[in-house]
């Protein structure tokens, strides 16, 4: 009997010595816990944007990218260049505890926006999930997609509106595609301005182009920039910075933005981006050419 028992003691000693993550599984070898923080469940809201670059671009891509975004662990995520709903579901179900919200709105090039959302820390409000801008696919070849979601803890509300803006190609077109860039980028601050001139937004995504004056061609984004009262580039410390920390690095650039309303200014605790690729040697193959962007609100 004495043997069971120092037995079955020894037992629970190991099992309860293992690290786990926020959720209460064990974590403890994670791939990515050398080189990416996990965040803690408490008063912070934490958004990511992340674009997954042709998802799922490889038959490992969803485990390795589960893996990567359970142990980061924030609240909500915001995806780009996703080929399917079901890829997305089959993402989310790999992850304890987080949903899938995925546009059915026109896309180009098979890639599709949509979240994934910590359905213990985050609430998705079914009554306010739009498709912006569906008739205008030239200016908007990805139609902006949008849900409102509430923080369980602080009861906070907030619009989120995923944008992937298009991309640069041929170099005798890119006159034009800056052109369009800059005209969604006037389309979608005239329709906060004159809709939801007193809501908590956030507009975040693959933009396609810098926000920094030095290293854009054209200030692509100067109605928002010029309007500093009423909106603000939450990661514009990361585009004026090192490309260390710069979400293309193929390029380099810095082009996946978080653009905040001034609801938010006070509310504002740090914007960074998540360097997955400093301890995952395959982060390119498996997941994304992208690195994620998150900013992280105090909202106790």
């Known amino acids: ?25 064990v974590n403890n070898d994670s791939p990515f816990a050398g080189c990416v923080e996990s965040f803690e469940p408490n008063d912070d809201l934490e958004i990511v944007t992340f674009n997954l670059e042709n998802f799922p671009k490889s038959g490992n891509t969803i485990m390795h990218t589960a893996e990567l975004l359970q142990h980061l662990n924030a609240d909500v995520v915001a995806v780009q260049e996703i080929s399917s709903e ?144 009423a909106y603000r580039f939450a990661d514009a410390t990361i585009a004026d910075g090192s490309e260390d920390l710069w979400s293309y690095p193929s390029w380099p650039s810095h082009i996946d933005h978080i653009l905040i309303t001034d609801e938010w200014f006070n509310y504002l605790e740090s914007t960074t981006t998540i360097r997955p690729d400093k301890c995952f040697e395959d982060y390119e193959d498996f997941i994304s050419d992208h690195r994620p962007v998150v900013a992280i609100f105090d909202v106790d």
């Open 86 to 229: 079901g890829a997305l579901v089959e993402l989310a179900n790999q992850m304890t505890g987080w949903e899938a919200v995925f546009t059915t709105a026109p896309t180009s090039y098979g890639q599709s926006l949509g979240y994934l959302v910590k359905a213990t820390e985050v609430e998705v409000l079914d009554d306010f999930t739009q498709a912006w801008f569906e008739e205008d696919t030239y200016n908007f070849p990805r139609t902006p997609f949008v849900i409102k979601v509430r923080h369980r803890e602080s009861g906070m509300e907030t619009l989120l509106v995923n944008l992937h803006l298009k991309a640069s190609g041929d170099p005798e077109e890119e006159a034009e595609n800056v052109g369009r860039r800059r005209v969604a980028s006037q389309m979608l601050q005239e329709y906060l301005d004159n809709n939801h001139p007193d809501d908590f937004v956030i507009v975040l995504g693959d933009f396609n182009d810098e926000i920094n004056e030095e290293k854009t061609i054209d200030d692509v984004f100067s109605n928002f920039t010029e309007e500093a009262e």
């Open 1 to 25: 009997m004495k043997k069971s028992l120092f037995f079955l003691l020894t037992f629970w000693f190991i099992l309860g010595s293992c690290d786990k993550d926020t959720n209460g599984t």
